[in-house]
């Protein structure tokens, strides 16, 4: 129940629509006792600053961000922990002493639903991330930091995708790096191990198939980090083809468990968001 005294937290992006986040963090507030509820905040980017600045002061508690807003509120906080900074985006935002923390939960959301739960080595492996976005920079930090062989992006966008590389270069990771054009995407598929999609494409049914249907076989991982649906037509053509498949969803719930833990100083509340995730 809301009260006078309930504490808010959001999810900061557009389009938010769709998101699972809302439900879960709730559940979490419910089963645990806490006065706090959590709402999306479909944003314009003219209105960023401001929403960050209301974070700031405390008026809104703390708030997760997405798409399109991961690189956007870097801009705008005063301490980036060592893992966004690392990372080069922020899904994670709060208030500490009067100062915006901008921090990254996301790359530890993957580590753990890829590494952890589906097994997936990344070492002496080869990789293909489609987008080059907030995700993005997590996701490919993760794995050059886990001793991926090679990781090639595909971005509409080259710069981004320049942008992307440039970072992860920073850092000397021993990982090649490159770009590659459209026409090169289902020919690096076919020769990656891994196979993830960063990028929105997938979330509509008239959205196109990102890589051809006969790429896939049972020797990849695909990865998705799409949710709604649960499973996209990149799935699904990839399970049918005996590929190990896995969506966005436990990633959603790691990376929100560990981003209540920071606001509320708990143990993060996995167990209660996937249970809310998989029934709602």
């Not at 939960?105 to 952890?116: I, M, N, Q, R």
């Not at 293909?128 to 966008?157: H, M, N, P, R, Y």
């Not at 008239?206 to 076989?217: G, K, T, Y």
């Not at 049972?218 to 896995?246: C, F, M, N, W």
Request: net charge negative; glycine share 8%.
């Amino acid at each position: 129940m809301i009260k006078g005294d309930t504490k808010v937290y959001t999810i900061l992006g557009n389009p938010v629509k769709h998101s699972k986040s809302p439900d879960m963090h709730n559940a979490a507030f419910t089963q645990l006792g806490i006065n706090a509820c959590y709402i999306p905040l479909e944003a314009k980017i003219n209105e960023i600053e401001s929403v960050c600045e209301m974070i700031r002061s405390g008026t809104i508690f703390g708030s997760n961000v997405t798409i399109p807003y991961k690189e956007e509120v870097v801009k705008y906080v005063d301490v980036l922990t060592q893992e966004a900074s690392t990372i080069g985006s922020v899904n994670t935002l709060y208030s500490k002493e009067g100062k915006l923390i901008g921090d990254n939960t996301d790359g530890l959301g993957f580590h753990k639903s890829l590494f952890s739960d589906l097994g997936f080595d990344p070492k002496n492996k080869k990789c293909i991330i489609l987008g080059a976005g907030g995700a993005s920079k997590a996701v490919a930090t993760k794995l050059c930091q886990g001793g991926i062989e090679s990781l090639v992006v595909f971005d509409i966008d080259e710069e981004k995708g320049k942008a992307l590389i440039g970072h992860l270069e920073k850092f000397n990771y021993k990982s090649s790096a490159s770009l590659i054009s459209s026409p090169q995407v289902d020919k690096y598929a076919s020769n990656s191990d891994l196979i993830v999609n960063c990028t929105p494409i997938g979330m509509k049914d008239a959205d196109p198939l990102l890589i051809a249907e006969e790429i896939f076989s049972k020797k990849h991982y695909v990865y998705d980090i799409i949710y709604t649906p649960p499973e996209t037509k990149l799935l699904s053509s990839a399970r049918q083809k005996g590929a190990k498949t896995i969506n966005g969803m436990d990633m959603l719930a790691y990376q929100g468990a560990e981003s209540f833990s920071i606001w509320e100083n708990v143990p993060p509340p996995y167990e209660i968001m996937k249970e809310e995730l998989r029934n709602g």
